[in-house]
């Protein structure tokens, strides 16, 4: 059964640094893998998909890198501002036909300015 | 941008009630999923639906039923709600093409 683990639980870093989540999953034959936040008591909101025949993605501040093989990965957060605290979360779709998403539990991020 | 809706924010039930949990998408999508999300257990699939009055459980089905008579609207049942049950339900809805799930603001259920 493919499990999401993210590290580290929670981080919290001053403003302007640059900084990487992390994300593994213990099944590589994956679909897709999307990065999302959540904030405090809301829903989430999408950040990133990358698709399993993809290495990464980028929008804005934010780069997210994918190595299937080894079950990794990565959001990288380029110049952090307070509004970028959140809980950022990592899903798999696992592949094989599944439709649902496989979530790990998340990184709790706050930025001090 | 879709957008994703859900009934009600806050829902306070009582312990053997039927509750009905609605989720609207504007954006013409095929799938829709329900979510709850628990403190330590993280995100887990309770059901999807990838057409009209077509479902599919998913990883913690019991309990629970879902309806799915149009496009566009995907509902939640509880058919006897239990102090279990209480936690924080998320509707997405998935763009056909890209795969992207887009997710709805949540209802807080708690049952008493």
């Known amino acids: 059964k493919q499990e999401v683990t993210q590290i580290p639980a929670a981080l919290s870093v001053p403003e302007g640094e640059n900084l990487v989540l992390n994300c593994s999953f213990t099944d590589s034959a994956i679909y897709n893998l999307q990065w999302f936040r959540q904030d405090p008591g809301k829903g989430l909101t999408s950040l990133l998909l990358?698709?399993?025949?993809?290495r990464e993605q980028t929008s804005g501040r934010l780069n997210a890198s994918l190595d299937k093989s080894s079950g990794r990965s990565t959001l990288y957060i380029a110049a952090s501002q307070p509004g970028d605290s959140a809980t950022y979360l990592c899903a798999v779709r696992p592949g094989g036909g599944a439709d649902g998403l496989t979530f790990g539990k998340g990184t709790h991020l706050i930025i001090q300015p | 941008d879709v957008k994703v809706t859900q009934s009600s924010r806050y829902l306070v039930k009582r312990t053997g009630e039927k509750v009905f949990l609605e989720c609207v998408q504007d954006?013409?999508?095929?799938?829709m999923f329900w979510y709850r999300q628990d403190p330590g257990l993280g995100l887990r699939l309770i059901y999807f639906?990838?057409?009209?009055?077509?479902?599919e459980k998913g990883d913690i089905p019991e309990g629970y039923s879902v309806s799915r008579e149009k496009k566009e609207r995907f509902s939640l049942i509880l058919e006897s709600a239990s102090t279990n049950q209480t936690s924080m339900y998320l509707c997405a809805s998935k763009n056909d093409l890209s795969d992207e799930q887009f997710f709805g603001p949540g209802t807080r259920l708690t049952v008493l």
């Open positions: 954006m013409d999508h095929e799938n």
């Open positions: 990358i698709q399993s025949s993809q």
């Open positions: 639906s990838y057409d009209v009055k077509m479902k």
